[in-house]
């Protein structure tokens, strides 16, 4: 079966830009996960998407949002952005069952300047 | 709310080392507890995974062991090998109200194995 799939995998931004990631669950999967992996800080939950509503974000400014599509894709937006958010932004999904674990996409690699 | 305290890295070990990573968790409820490794311009990939207490996931000469009364997952292997170079990450799954099912990441280990 086809993994998570994150698109593009290299972004560049200047400050005060807005980037847009896009991410595919695997097939049937209906909960999607934003992770933002920053040099240094490990792995920072952003946001949880399941059955189109957004069941739960961290702790993260309302600059960063997102959305799912009914076909339970995802996408995350970043409006002013600042050098900061420069990091790794990680998808992931799952089956939203139980314990079902979280399968991870190669992430976006988004550089502002 | 849920925490995750992974032992610091970096770790460099010689080839056919034993490995332990050290990792201690802060949950309500009975969480489950994952290991996932990130190798270098990768994603995250599933390692292993218990679900109650004394259960043993293993995969690929990895073995963890949940353990309740000390709060622990720790992460060993017998021998591990060049290839076994990477990131690893010690992750929680908890029950605590709005976060059923997304994951408490530790902050990682950087396994270094040389030849």
């Known amino acids: 079966e086809a993994g998570v799939t994150q698109s593009p995998t290299h972004l560049i931004k200047t400050r005060g830009q807005q980037a847009t990631l896009r991410c595919s669950p695997i097939s049937g999967h209906t909960s999607v996960y934003w992770y933002q992996q920053a040099l240094g800080l490990g792995l920072q939950f952003l946001l949880w998407?399941?059955?189109?509503?957004?069941?739960n974000r961290g702790n993260f400014p309302p600059r960063f949002s997102g959305r799912q599509f009914p076909n339970y894709s995802s996408e995350l937006n970043v409006n002013a952005l600042e050098l900061e958010d420069s990091a790794l932004y990680l998808c992931?999904?799952?089956?939203?069952?139980?314990?079902?674990?979280?399968?991870f996409g190669n992430g976006t690699r988004l550089t502002v300047t | 709310g849920d925490s995750v305290t992974q032992m610091e890295g970096p770790v460099t070990l010689s080839e056919e080392a034993f490995l332990t990573i050290n990792c201690t968790y802060t949950?309500?409820?009975?969480?489950?507890l994952f290991w996932y490794v990130q190798y270098p311009g990768e994603g995250l990939q599933l390692l292993l995974k218990?679900?109650?207490?004394?259960d043993k996931g293993s995969n690929k000469g990895f073995e963890a062991t949940y353990r309740k009364e000390t709060t622990s997952f720790h992460l060993e292997k017998g021998s591990v090998q060049v290839s076994d170079s990477a990131v690893y990450f010690c992750a929680l799954s908890g029950l605590s109200s709005g976060s059923a099912r997304q994951l408490t990441f530790g902050s990682g280990t950087q396994l270094t194995v040389l030849p």
């Open positions: 992931a999904s799952s089956s939203g069952t139980g314990n079902s674990p979280l399968h």
């Open positions: 998407y399941d059955e189109g509503e957004e069941r």
């Open positions: 949950a309500t409820g009975y969480p489950s």
């Open positions: 218990a679900t109650k207490a004394d």
